[in-house]
């Protein structure tokens, strides 16, 4: 516990007071009154929720199938396939999609075979591209958080319902989600922490138009070497994250008090 | 027992006689090769043992900043721009130049390419433009055509925040409205603002271009000439220009840090790097560019560096001082311009 809350604590003092350079709160103020950082900031937020909200529309599904097959071996095989994403390198998986979203690339070629369109579509180094590759990095964490919780969702328990007559929309409103709010939970914030500190994905799908959170606490960092307005953003991002992940906790929990 | 008697002298010799240390922070690119260039033939000659400390630029100037009162780096190599921002920290100790034997064996360039003596240039590099021959047909012969019409849409350039970024900008700004030393970079700013919609990004490391030109992405870009080499590895038909307005030119410098323990051997450091030997031997292997001016390679070599008279003559070099007083605003500037 210490050795996580100090490093923080001291980020946290770091960006409110130096001993070289006095108080520097001034400079929280500084980031939200630039156009700029407000949109970075509110591009990255945006970015997040977007990937959290369609990884869980996807994720779902696809756990539940996985739970629902029944043979041991080939279950174990799915779950390798849904890691196996998160095993390849960043900068590999990153660039490949270059290979699929570039103008000669995968999409646009099928898009061009199929007269959809007469020219290369521009794909990479756009919102688009950052959020496909965000989406692909992260998909898994959600589909394995909610693997688990729908495994410990003892198995009678929807059959009971069933037998009572319940409907499928509402057994999926009622059992399934309160059930597995817990995996729910987990999954988004997961998701949703990837998402904000991301670096590599956002550096080489979007590159310096999508400028995105991480990638201008890089610049602040390493090229002018502003380290007060770099402590600032990274307490900018931890705090939204920490708000974010607390507001979905209590959404859940209302949930199951129902 | 005699084996741990023999060990013991053996230490008690080396504790005695003392082989020196020297403590050198560098990128960790070729290291092979620099020890053999290098660390080995430095040792016999000297005696003195090269530790290296590995980092890439800023990474190293933070380190050097967080131990300003008890260094640790006697010699630091660093590009530039991030050798100008550790003389802004008070990091750096002029350098004396009459202690060095080959000082006078050195382009002009090199000798004092921040001011103040507080850098050697000890390796050089351009920045000239790379084309893809087979898809455009004309040729390509100044900065100027990457306004041209027939190349929309397939040009990358480099990104404000990296290194060769700011000194294009001084330089299109020099090409466009006849001055380099704008503190807002106005014309610059303006073209390439004109030129946004048209870039497929711009770059900030050379394996990115690389694998966009690979790709059929980019057919055309500004090029630094330590990567050349891989360019001309993919086999694509790709031609260097060396345009009318001149190339960029770029050093890579040595520096003595303030209160280094060992300064002596910190000397002997900077003028072994840029001697003649090893010049020659770092050129041979395509590690660095000559700045030694003694230094002959054959054209096949050649054609991989930065040299050779005509090529060293078209270089242009911009005041480092300038961009590291301008670079926050530029980069803000950047920043509203291309991520808004």
């Known amino acids: ?41 509110v591009r990255s937020l945006l970015m997040g929720f977007s990937v959290t909200f369609v990884a869980l529309l996807i994720g779902y599904p696809a756990a539940m199938a996985v739970v629902s097959v029944k043979n041991d071996s080939l279950r174990s095989l799915l779950m390798t396939l849904l890691v196996f994403p998160l095993m390849t390198n960043p900068v590999a998986r990153t660039f490949s999609w270059h290979a699929v979203l570039g103008r000669e690339g995968l999409i646009n070629n099928l898009l061009l075979t199929l007269k959809f369109t007469d020219s290369p579509v521009r794909l990479l180094y756009t919102r688009g591209a950052v959020f496909i590759g965000l989406l692909q990095l992260f998909l898994p964490l959600m589909v394995i958080s909610l693997t688990s919780a729908l495994e410990n969702l003892p198995k009678d328990v929807p059959l009971a319902a069933r037998s009572l007559g319940a409907s499928a929309f509402n057994l999926f409103t009622r059992i399934y989600l309160p059930l597995t709010s817990e995996g729910i939970v987990t999954g988004c914030t997961l998701v949703f922490t990837g998402c904000i500190t991301a670096y590599v994905t956002p550096a080489v799908l979007g590159g310096s138009r999508v400028l995105m959170l991480s990638t201008l606490l890089y610049q602040k960092a390493s090229i002018t070497l502003d380290w007060t307005m770099a402590t600032v953003i990274a307490v900018i991002m931890f705090l939204s994250t920490v708000a974010v992940n607390t507001l979905s906790r209590a959404i859940s929990t209302i949930g199951v008090k129902k | 027992m005699r084996k741990f008697f023999v060990l013991l002298i053996a230490l008690m010799v080396v504790f005695v006689l003392g082989v020196q240390k020297l403590n050198v922070s560098t990128w960790g690119f070729n290291l092979d090769l620099l020890d053999k260039n290098i660390t080995k033939p430095f040792l016999e000659k000297y005696g003195i043992q090269i530790e290296r400390e590995l980092g890439n630029n800023s990474v190293r100037l933070s380190k050097l900043i967080t131990q300003k009162d008890n260094p640790v780096i006697d010699v630091v190599h660093f590009a530039d721009y991030f050798a100008m921002l550790a003389v802004k920290n008070g990091l750096l100790q002029p350098i004396d130049v009459s202690k060095l034997s080959n000082y006078k064996d050195i382009y002009d360039f090199a000798k004092d390419p921040i001011g103040g003596n507080y850098a050697i240039g000890y390796t050089v590099y351009s920045m000239g433009i790379v084309y893809r021959t087979d898809k455009i047909k004309r040729a390509i012969t100044s900065w100027k055509d990457f306004w041209s019409k027939d190349v929309a849409g397939r040009i990358s350039l480099p990104d404000i925040t990296t290194t060769q970024g700011p000194v294009m900008m001084m330089h299109f700004n020099k090409i466009f409205a006849g001055n380099a030393y704008d503190p807002e970079l106005k014309a610059a700013f303006q073209k390439v603002a004109e030129l946004k919609k048209n870039v497929v990004t711009f770059y900030k490391t050379s394996s990115e271009l690389i694998n966009l030109f690979k790709m059929g992405e980019v057919w055309m870009a500004p090029v630094t000439r330590f990567s050349w080499g891989q360019f001309l590895e993919t086999g694509l038909p790709l031609a260097w220009v060396v345009p009318e307005e001149g190339m960029l030119g770029f050093t890579n ?56 008279e005509e090529h060293i003559k078209s270089l242009v070099f911009y005041d480092i001082k300038f961009i590291v007083e301008n670079y926050d605003k530029w980069i803000s500037k950047w920043n509203e311009l291309i991520a808004q």
């Open chain 1, 1 to 41: 516990m210490i050795f996580f809350l100090l490093p923080l604590l001291a980020m946290f003092a770091e960006s409110v007071y130096q001993p070289t350079k006095g108080w520097v709160v001034h400079r929280y103020l500084e980031f939200f009154r630039q156009r700029l950082s407000r949109t970075v900031y």
């Open chain 2, 253 to 308: 410098v040595l520096c003595i840090v303030k209160g280094a323990k060992n300064l002596d051997g910190a000397y002997k450091y900077i003028d072994f790097l840029i001697s003649y030997e090893v010049q020659l031997a770092e050129a041979m292997d395509l590690v660095d560019s000559p700045v030694n001016v003694k230094v002959k390679v054959p054209p096949e070599i050649a054609e991989k560096l930065t040299y050779g």
